[in-house]
C-alpha cells in the first residue's frame, strides 16, 4: 500500500469519527432536551371568557402550542415586561398557526372587557393572543392548584411565570416570563415542540 492510499484511508478514519462524534453528541443534546421538557402535569379543565365574550376552554390547548401567563392591565411593574415578551414571541411565531397565547387576568373586577381589549391592542399583533376573565376566586385556585403558580394575595401577588403547553394539553416547563434569558430558552423549546414527533 502506497503512501497516497495510507493518507486516504487515514483522512476517511478521521472524518468517520468525526461524524460518529457529532451523531453521537447530537443525541445526546436531544435526549437532553426531552428530559429537560418532560410532562410536569396535565393541564386542569377550567372555562373561561375572552374579552370578546366568547368562551375558552382547556380544549382550546388541544392541538396548539401555548403559552400561559397570569397578568393584570393596571400591574405598574412586572406585567408590562411580561406582556412585551410575550409580544416579541408572538411576532417570532407569526408564521406558525399551531402556537398560541393566553394571558388570564387576576384582576377581573377592574379589568373588563373592554380594558383587557384595549390591553390586547396594546400588546397583541395577531389573532392568536387570547385575554381571559373569570372570577377571582375561580381565577385563584386555577393558578395555584391548576397550574401550580403561586396565587396569594392576588393581584399583585400573581406569579410572574410563562407556562408551556404542548398540543396534547400537557404542561412542559416553567420561564420567568421578565428574564432575557430565560424568554431565549422559551423560544428554543417551542422550536423543539414544534419539530417534536409524538
Request: with cysteine; proline share 3%.
Amino acid at each position: 500500500m502506497n503512501d497516497l492510499n495510507k493518507k486516504l484511508i487515514l483522512s476517511f478514519l478521521i472524518v468517520f469519527f468525526l461524524g460518529m462524534a457529532a451523531l453521537f453528541t447530537l443525541y445526546e443534546a436531544t435526549q437532553s432536551k426531552m428530559q429537560n421538557l418532560s410532562v410536569k402535569s396535565s393541564v386542569p379543565s377550567f372555562e373561561l371568557t375572552n374579552f370578546n365574550g366568547n368562551v375558552f376552554t382547556d380544549d382550546n390547548f388541544t392541538d396548539k402550542i401555548t403559552i400561559l401567563s397570569f397578568v393584570f392591565t393596571s400591574c405598574p411593574d412586572a406585567c408590562p415586561i411580561m406582556s412585551e415578551n410575550f409580544s416579541i414571541l408572538q411576532e417570532r411565531f407569526k408564521d406558525f398557526d399551531s402556537i398560541q397565547f393566553v394571558s388570564i387576568t387576576v384582576d377581573p373586577e377592574y379589568d373588563s372587557n373592554d380594558i383587557l381589549k384595549a390591553f390586547s391592542e396594546k400588546y397583541s399583533n395577531g389573532n392568536n393572543w387570547y385575554f381571559l376573565r373569570g372570577e377571582i376566586d375561580y381565577i385563584s385556585t386555577l393558578s395555584d392548584e391548576g397550574f401550580f403558580l403561586s396565587a396569594s394575595n392576588l393581584p399583585a401577588g400573581h406569579s410572574t411565570r410563562f407556562v408551556l403547553i404542548d398540543k396534547q394539553k400537557n404542561i412542559r416547563k416553567y420561564y420567568e416570563g421578565m428574564d432575557d434569558a430565560a424568554i431565549m430558552e422559551l423560544q428554543n423549546d417551542i422550536v423543539f415542540l414544534i419539530k417534536e414527533k409524538i
